[in-house]
């Protein structure tokens, strides 16, 4: 089991930025995809941005050049700064990891980020 714990949300004004935290405890060994989705009301939950164990990193069009995803394997932590923020980007941002050794990912509980115009 691998327990996953975010922070950083909140509620920011358009243009701003905010830097969001996963902290991943448990059984974090051969985690080999590190990722943030989000859910805005009334829409599907999608992929923002991913970051493999080798440091690949994948991202949304919608997020590309604003967003940038790291990941700190010491720590076992993934990060999501983003900047310029958009209104359209207000969700309940949620935190994913997946073993590939299991074939199991497992999710955090999301921390809401508001965006105001």
């Known amino acids: 089991q691998v327990q996953l714990v975010e922070s950083g949300g909140g509620l920011v004004q358009a243009g701003g930025s905010l830097r969001l935290s996963c902290a991943a405890s448990?059984?974090?060994?051969?985690?080999?995809?590190m990722s943030w989705h989000r859910q805005a009301p009334g829409k599907q939950r999608e992929l923002v941005a991913a970051?493999?164990?080798?440091?690949?990193?994948n991202y949304a069009d919608s997020v590309k050049g604003r967003f940038a995803i790291s990941r700190d394997s010491a720590k076992s932590t993934v990060y999501l700064q983003m900047n310029s923020l958009k209104p359209e980007d207000t969700a309940v941002y949620y935190c994913?990891?997946?073993?590939?050794?299991?074939?199991?990912?497992?999710w955090g509980q999301g921390t809401q980020v508001t965006v105001s115009s």
């Open positions: 994913n990891v997946f073993k590939g050794s299991t074939g199991l990912d497992y």
């Open positions: 448990g059984d974090i060994f051969f985690i080999n995809v």
């Open positions: 970051i493999t164990s080798g440091g690949s990193t």
